[in-house]
């Protein structure tokens, strides 16, 4: 059983920066692939970036080059840097994590609301 939490969200400003961070147990987190996804109200929850145990990345387009997806396995962390804020990227951001081997998502953090101002 691996559990996640997510911390860093806030209140910002357009323009601004935050860092996310997913703080896991469990000895295996450096096996995992971990993911951060985000569910703005009334939509449905999307993809913004995630982090293979190899180090290998990836994100969504909409955040591409603002975003910085990271992760410290001695700390069983994952940070999530995001710059140059915008209105849109206003969300409950979510950090998931499964096996890289499988690519996919078996557990779930509660998560951390982002609002950025205009």
């Known amino acids: 059983q691996v559990q996640l939490v997510e911390s860093g969200g806030g209140l910002v400003q357009t323009g601004d920066s935050l860092r996310l961070s997913c703080a896991a147990s469990g000895r295996t987190f450096g096996s995992y692939v971990i993911g951060w996804f985000r569910q703005a109200p009334g939509k449905e929850r999307e993809f913004v970036a995630a982090?293979?145990?190899?180090?290998?990345?990836s994100y969504a387009n909409s955040v591409r080059g603002r975003f910085t997806i990271s992760r410290d396995n001695a700390k069983n962390t994952v940070y999530l840097q995001m710059n140059s804020l915008k209105p849109e990227d206003t969300a409950v951001y979510y950090c998931?994590?499964?096996?890289?081997?499988?690519?996919?998502?078996?557990?779930w953090g509660q998560g951390t609301q982002v609002t950025v101002s205009s």
């Open positions: 998931a994590g499964g096996p890289s081997f499988a690519s996919r998502y078996d557990y």
């Open positions: 982090i293979w145990s190899s180090g290998v990345t």
